[in-house]
């Protein structure tokens, strides 16, 4: 069996969150968090906290297309966190944790256009996902990566990431490793 590798760059708020949830998923081969859609080259962390460089937090995973689709990869996007609201995910407010999908290709475009259509239904409000052309890619320090297993007793993982985590498990049981 050949391997079919893509990559996939999503924002979703905090990128803790979306890093624990797609290192669970059969098929997706590495994850990285990062940063993608600002103006500031080689941003840190602390300046795109601070939200003043453009930059979404997002994380880059490359996956093997012939075990896990770009579709069902955006069908778990779009079940781990609100892509309803603005600039925000829970206590994380600002720019830098909006809904964004970077594309890689027109198919990809199309297939988040479309993922976007078929979830608008699940919603109670519109939803306000930004669908982009994949830009600059700058990697999170090595402390931003892998948060959740190097945090398991951290306020974060406990109260936000892991229950996201649970939450991927009980939809997509079929997509978990």
Request: charge should be negative; include cysteine; charged fraction near 20%.
């Amino acid at each position: 069996m050949s391997e079919q590798r893509e990559l996939a760059v999503l924002g979703g708020g905090c990128f803790w969150c979306l890093d624990a949830v797609y290192r669970q998923v059969r098929g997706v081969v590495s994850v990285e968090t990062g940063y993608m859609g600002g103006q500031v080259a080689q941003p840190t962390h602390a300046q795109v906290a601070e939200g003043n460089t453009g930059h979404a937090q997002v994380v880059r995973l490359a996956f093997d297309a012939a075990i896990v689709g770009y579709h069902d990869l955006l069908e778990v996007f779009f079940t781990s966190h609100d892509p309803t609201t603005a600039d925000r995910q829970g206590n994380d407010v600002g720019s830098q944790y909006r809904s964004v999908i970077f594309t890689h290709s027109a198919r990809q475009d199309a297939v988040a256009r479309q993922v976007i259509a078929e979830m608008a239904v699940v919603w109670d409000a519109p939803i306000v996902t930004q669908v982009l052309p994949a830009q600059s890619w700058y990697r999170a320090a090595d402390e931003q990566q892998d948060h959740l297993a190097r945090h398991p007793l951290a306020s974060y993982s406990i109260l936000v990431a892991a229950p996201r985590l649970d939450q991927f498990r009980a939809l997509h049981p079929g997509l978990a490793k």
